[in-house]
């Protein structure tokens, strides 16, 4: 099979090991708007075969996630059979064994230069106790893993999630706020470069994206919210030949997409302004540009 190259426009690749989950966030994007992500599940072996293929950049990790990616069956062995020159990131909500975590994931292998943690957790309070989280997180950074915690900004939490950060910052824990995204009592919350794309009218239109997102059976998606509804998917990472967009093409989803794909959020290198698609042909009513 031939390599996988990215495009120099991708700022992201993101592979969705599983989409399984110990909580049951009221929130989850993963969800969003109804979306009902039930895929097959490749085996540790097809997995690690398809992301060796990648030709990517020191600086553009693959970020493993899911759902909890330590859920799926294969976990350590995928982690450990991806080729040491392409950097991992790891969402996680940090569920999973801390004694087995620490034998079979050397600190280094999840460190990269960059100017936030390599492994990200997600604090979610409305399923989470925050002393155990607190004491793993602690735990993990004395054994020097490159770990950081970041809480979702839900407006019903507001003053607990205060709270929280003082005692993890106490601890040396680096803890960031993250927006949250969605409708909470009818308010829509986010900053958006599309605001009516997440929840209007569905529409057509031409739309280029700047992400590779891999579902748990391999398949390739251009955007979340293909992902999320398993539509559309244009490539799977174990096709003999992959050919990653990189041009405007037409979507028939617009109004329905998923906050994170219309959000204005950081680039991987943490400047403001980046969009995970660039849309073309945006009917009025869903343009913010006037």
Not at 147 to 172: L, N, S, T, Y
Not at 261 to 282: A, M, P, W
């Amino acid at each position: 099979m031939h390599e996988i190259k990215l495009p120099t426009t991708y700022n992201y690749i993101g592979a969705f090991l599983t989409f399984a989950c110990e909580l049951q966030c009221s929130y989850c994007l993963n969800y969003q708007w109804g979306a009902k992500p039930k895929y097959k599940q490749l085996s540790s072996e097809q997995w690690i075969k398809g992301l060796n293929r990648l030709d990517v950049p020191i600086d553009l990790p693959v970020t493993i996630q899911g759902g909890e990616p330590t859920l799926h069956p294969g976990f350590y062995k995928i982690i450990s059979g991806i080729h040491k020159h392409i950097s991992i990131d790891l969402l996680t909500n940090a569920c999973f064994s801390l004694e087995e975590f620490l034998d079979k994931i050397p600190p280094e292998r999840l460190r990269r230069r960059s100017k936030y943690a390599s492994i990200r957790v997600s604090y979610h309070m409305e399923q989470m106790e925050l002393a155990p989280l607190v004491d793993k997180v602690v735990a993990l950074l004395k054994r020097h893993y490159h770990i950081g915690v970041w809480i979702v900004d839900h407006p019903r939490d507001r003053k607990m999630i205060k709270v929280a950060q003082r005692i993890m910052e106490k601890e040396g824990i680096d803890c960031r706020i993250k927006e949250f995204l969605g409708v909470y009592n009818d308010v829509l919350y986010g900053t958006y470069k599309y605001p009516a794309a997440v929840c209007g009218e569905v529409v057509s239109c031409m739309c280029k994206p700047s992400e590779m997102l891999i579902s748990p059976d391999g398949s390739v998606h251009r955007c979340h919210h293909h992902l999320y509804n398993n539509v559309d998917a244009y490539a799977h990472v174990l096709d003999s030949h992959v050919k990653l967009l990189d041009s405007h093409m037409e979507c028939k989803y617009l109004g329905s997409c998923n906050s994170c794909d219309i959000k204005l959020k950081t680039n991987r290198y943490q400047e403001f302004g980046h969009c995970s698609v660039d849309v073309k042909s945006v009917p009025r009513q869903l343009d913010n540009s006037s």
